[in-house]
């Protein structure tokens, strides 16, 4: 492999565009892999191409480098799209964007490019990776653009991915510097709107999706207060989240919040919005930048959620890849298969997956 040669994950937007305009004038020997995660189909239902491969061939076509297409979807199916399906028919809310950067982005597409001769692969995410030679790790830190914060998302990378990670739109302070270098390449791509919420989830309708693909998503049960009164019926669990106010259907004299979700029994528990704070939570398979395991507890900043606020608290390490986390003060409608990610400042020092909440 040539540390020379690098392969970017050319989506056809505005990010990897630039991401691969730039690594070539800076002397890369530029590759351009797109990436087919999910089928998609005509108004009579036939498989057809994505739009985002046309604009991928033309962009790489532009800037004369060679492209490579490759169908991930089978992977795809089973580890991203599955785990997001079972995670909500178990009442938690998953991020599938943690894990298909583990798995797919920064998994099987360094394989890929490796296979293809390149030492480095590229996105477009807006964060920076360093090496300290000191410590001889790798570390991951937010982009300078405000209202970036992809960071957040790279937690889970090993150190053995991390070293072959090159973001270079980690240095650029606005996602409109980055679109005028787009439009340098190609006007029509740099117009393009930036691509929310979950891939392989049509109209960002994740509720459609799982009853498309699950019965008991629609599975209706009961509404539970606190000491397990029936109070009411809902429409199934994957229609609600922690936290949630409207949309019950539930006639109270008061207003009610959903505080849990219990999958086995079917039920959501309803309380009052006080009963939906807690003072901690526990997280498992949790990876570290910093060091391989935590020793000793850590302070940090935490979110539990990607555009959360940063919640000051301590770490504490239960063994096994598990730790307990302590906030300074209670924080609200923490919702168990989100990611719980720890900061120092700018930086990431790691995360995991909320596994359950601690009340008292």
């Given at each position: 492999?040539?540390?020379?040669?690098?392969?970017v994950?050319?989506?056809?937007?505005?990010?990897?565009?630039?991401?691969?305009?730039?690594?070539?004038?800076?002397?890369?020997?530029?590759?351009?892999?797109?990436?087919?995660?999910?089928?998609?189909?005509?108004?009579?239902?036939?498989?057809?191409?994505?739009?985002?491969?046309?604009?991928?061939?033309?962009?790489?076509?532009?800037?004369?480098?060679?492209?490579?297409?490759?169908?991930?979807?089978?992977?795809?199916?089973?580890?991203?799209?599955?785990?997001?399906?079972?995670?909500?028919?178990?009442?938690?809310?998953?991020?599938?964007?943690?894990?298909?950067?583990?798995?797919?982005?920064?998994?099987?597409?360094?394989?890929?490019?490796?296979?293809?001769?390149a030492?480095?692969?590229?996105t477009?995410?807006?964060?920076?990776?360093?090496?300290?030679?000191?410590?001889?790790?790798?570390?991951i830190?937010?982009?300078?653009?405000?209202?970036?914060?992809?960071?957040?998302?790279?937690?889970?990378?090993?150190?053995?991915?991390?070293?072959?990670?090159?973001?270079?739109?980690?240095?650029?302070?606005?996602?409109?510097?980055?679109?005028?270098?787009?439009?340098?390449?190609?006007?029509?791509?740099?117009?393009?709107?930036?691509?929310?919420?979950?891939?392989f989830?049509?109209?960002?309708?994740?509720?459609?999706?799982?009853t498309?693909?699950?019965?008991?998503?629609?599975?209706?049960?009961?509404?539970?207060?606190?000491?397990?009164?029936?109070?009411?019926?809902?429409?199934?669990?994957?229609y609600?989240?922690?936290?949630?106010?409207?949309?019950?259907?539930?006639?109270?004299?008061?207003?009610?919040?959903?505080?849990?979700?219990?999958?086995?029994?079917?039920?959501?528990?309803?309380?009052?919005?006080?009963?939906?704070?807690?003072?901690?939570?526990?997280?498992?398979?949790?990876?570290?930048?910093l060091?391989?395991?935590?020793?000793?507890?850590?302070?940090?900043?935490?979110?539990?959620?990607?555009?959360?606020?940063?919640?000051?608290?301590?770490?504490?390490?239960?063994?096994?890849?598990?730790?307990?986390?302590?906030?300074?003060?209670?924080?609200?409608?923490?919702?168990?298969?989100?990611?719980?990610?720890?900061?120092?400042?700018?930086?990431?020092?790691?995360?995991?997956?909320?596994?359950?909440?601690?009340?008292?």
């Amino acid at each position: 492999m040539s540390k020379n040669k690098v392969a970017v994950g050319l989506s056809g937007g505005v990010d990897s565009t630039a991401t691969a305009y730039i690594l070539k004038k800076e002397g890369y020997d530029v590759i351009g892999i797109t990436m087919i995660v999910c089928d998609e189909y005509d108004k009579d239902c036939n498989v057809i191409e994505p739009k985002f491969v046309k604009d991928a061939k033309r962009i790489a076509k532009i800037l004369d480098i060679p492209h490579y297409i490759v169908d991930y979807k089978d992977i795809f199916k089973i580890t991203v799209k599955k785990e997001f399906e079972e995670e909500y028919l178990k009442g938690r809310t998953p991020n599938p964007c943690v894990t298909c950067n583990r798995i797919i982005k920064y998994g099987k597409l360094i394989e890929t490019a490796h296979s293809l001769g390149a030492y480095y692969i590229a996105t477009g995410h807006y964060a920076t990776i360093r090496y300290d030679k000191e410590l001889k790790r790798y570390r991951i830190f937010k982009g300078v653009a405000e209202r970036k914060d992809q960071a957040y998302n790279l937690y889970s990378l090993s150190q053995e991915q991390l070293k072959h990670i090159l973001l270079p739109l980690g240095k650029f302070n606005s996602k409109e510097e980055v679109r005028k270098l787009a439009f340098e390449i190609d006007p029509m791509i740099a117009k393009k709107n930036d691509s929310t919420g979950i891939c392989f989830v049509p109209n960002e309708d994740h509720i459609s999706y799982l009853t498309s693909v699950s019965s008991n998503a629609s599975k209706s049960g009961n509404f539970v207060d606190k000491t397990g009164k029936i109070i009411g019926k809902h429409k199934g669990i994957v229609y609600y989240t922690i936290g949630q106010k409207r949309g019950l259907g539930i006639n109270c004299n008061r207003p009610m919040f959903v505080v849990a979700i219990d999958a086995e029994k079917n039920e959501i528990v309803l309380g009052e919005d006080q009963d939906t704070y807690s003072i901690g939570l526990i997280a498992k398979n949790v990876n570290f930048t910093l060091f391989d395991k935590l020793e000793e507890e850590l302070r940090v900043e935490a979110k539990v959620c990607q555009w959360g606020w940063f919640l000051p608290a301590t770490v504490f390490s239960l063994g096994k890849g598990w730790v307990k986390v302590i906030f300074d003060k209670k924080e609200r409608a923490i919702a168990p298969g989100q990611s719980v990610v720890f900061y120092h400042g700018n930086e990431v020092i790691g995360g995991g997956i909320i596994e359950s909440v601690i009340k008292e």
